[in-house]
């Protein structure tokens, strides 16, 4: 069943939660994952009529409102339905930089896919993570690193993780 219309993601959430309690999807990333968090919200929002939830906001709003006042945002944004009370859709805004490249291993970022490797918190049914755009623009402008490099290191850091969550 080909999966790029809202329907058949309904169905398939539907389905994977007919035997699951729960369904998370997590971005985790920069601005271009944010981009990609509203395009599958927005592919989506005429089935599921999604309430949005920004970090250290307290109210909820609709996608549609939510969208209009937040065109660029660098909070965690937390997408529930009515409709499947069961799935949560989550943006997590992070930039995977560290200032002193012997020290990435210290992010946050990497911490917490560490944690979810180990087994010490739950990671989320799918991930989606990325971490380039913001990631070049202050490793080169400010920090005067080779990008290429930085990239690898990176890299390193973070494939190993993700094949143990995955």
Not at 53 to 57: A, D, G, Q, R, S
Not at 141 to 145: A, C, D, E, T
């Given at each position: 069943m080909p999966y790029h219309t809202s329907s058949s993601i309904s169905d398939c959430f539907t389905h994977k939660l007919a035997t699951h309690s729960s369904f998370s999807i997590l971005f985790?990333?920069?601005s271009k994952l944010r981009v990609l968090y509203y395009s599958f919200l927005q592919r989506t929002d005429n089935i599921f009529h999604y309430i949005m939830?920004?970090?250290?906001?307290t109210g909820t709003e609709t996608l549609a409102h939510h969208r209009n006042r937040y065109v660029s945002l660098h909070k965690d944004i937390d997408a529930t339905t009515e409709v499947l009370p069961e799935l949560r859709v989550m943006f997590?805004?992070?930039i995977f930089v560290q200032t002193i490249v012997s020290e990435m291993e210290l992010l946050?970022?990497?911490q917490q896919l560490r944690r979810w490797a180990n087994g010490l918190d739950q990671p989320p049914d799918l991930l989606v993570i990325g971490y380039t755009a913001w990631m070049m623009k202050l490793v080169t402008?400010?920090?005067?690193?080779d990008v290429l490099?930085?990239?690898i290191e990176m890299h390193e850091l973070v494939v190993p993780l993700l094949e143990k969550v995955g």
């Open positions: 985790m990333g920069d939830k920004v970090e250290n906001n997590w805004f992070r946050p970022e990497i402008v400010y920090h005067q690193y490099t930085y990239l």
